[in-house]
């Protein structure tokens, strides 16, 4: 589903990420993990062209762009309605009620019809345990419920990949599960996801793949059970030593 071949991005001289090879395939959930720094939110923000990679080629689904050459803000457009992302913060439209910020990419950027905006949007909030909330405006929700209703506002464009970066940083410990329950069931639901999180548990528990980086660089990766139990790069025994 998603591959990146030869990923390059320098802001001004600092190379941030130095050629990441990576294959996600249909379906999986590979959690990221590294120390502050090493690349993590660069690499999502790549491959959804937040940020443009300074070389390389991204793929998703057949689709390919490659930053050996120039490429067409209409080219990136397209190109970026194939991922949904979600953020540490939630980003939620404070005038808009939970219903209308999951319509309002559907009917400003894809142009649908609202009756049937609405209905996905509904079932969406439903999916994400917010169905009594469809009028609650961002202020009266808590920073979980924030969150998930940024989780079906993702959804509502219908991605082919969720890219999540630390989406419950900055949540309060006790709220945090309700947002990797969502997680988990999208995860089970064969929704292709490439997570960064500090949560090691939801990796575990989560994760068809976790990946280590730092400098830059893929260290490590591999399942879970090899990852924490017995990963093979000194580097990754560091950091997995410091965390736990």
């Known amino acids: 589903m998603i591959t990146l071949k030869g990923l390059h991005k320098k802001f001004d001289e600092l190379e941030v990420l130095k050629g990441i090879d990576l294959q996600v395939e249909r ?22 062209v937040l940020e443009t990679p300074t070389a390389g ?6 689709q390919t762009l490659d930053f050996t050459e120039s ?38 950027v ?21 169905g009594d909330k469809l009028d609650y405006y961002p202020f009266q929700l808590s920073g ?6 940024g989780i079906a506002r993702a959804l509502a464009m219908e991605p082919k990949v969720m890219l999540f970066d630390e989406p419950t940083s900055a949540l309060d410990p006790e709220l ?8 988990k069931n999208l995860a089970s639901e064969g929704m292709t ?24 660089h893929i260290i490590e990766r591999g399942a879970p059970g090899q990852i924490f139990t017995n990963p093979k ?4 025994k560091q950091f997995l030593n410091m965390i736990q």
């Open 71 to 108: 490429v067409s803000k209409k080219a990136i457009s397209s190109f970026r309605r194939l991922t949904g992302m979600v953020f540490q913060s939630y980003n939620l439209f404070p005038h808009m009620t939970a219903l209308g910020n999951v319509m309002e990419g559907p009917l400003t």
């Open 233 to 236: 790069e000194e580097r990754t």
């Open 57 to 62: 080629e991204i793929s998703i689904d057949n």
């Open 27 to 48: 379906g999986k959930v590979v959690v990221v993990i590294g120390p502050s720094g090493s690349g993590k939110t660069t690499l999502l923000r790549c491959i959804n």
């Open 176 to 183: 945090v599960g309700e947002v990797l329950k969502v997680m």
């Open 193 to 216: 996801m490439v997570v960064v999180t500090h949560e090691m548990r939801f990796a575990e528990e989560a994760a068809d793949e976790v990946i280590f980086m730092d400098g830059g």
């Open 110 to 130: 894809k142009g649908e019809s609202k009756d049937a905006v609405r209905k996905r949007a509904e079932e969406l909030l439903s999916k994400v345990g917010l």
């Open 144 to 149: 979980g419920q924030q969150q998930r209703v």
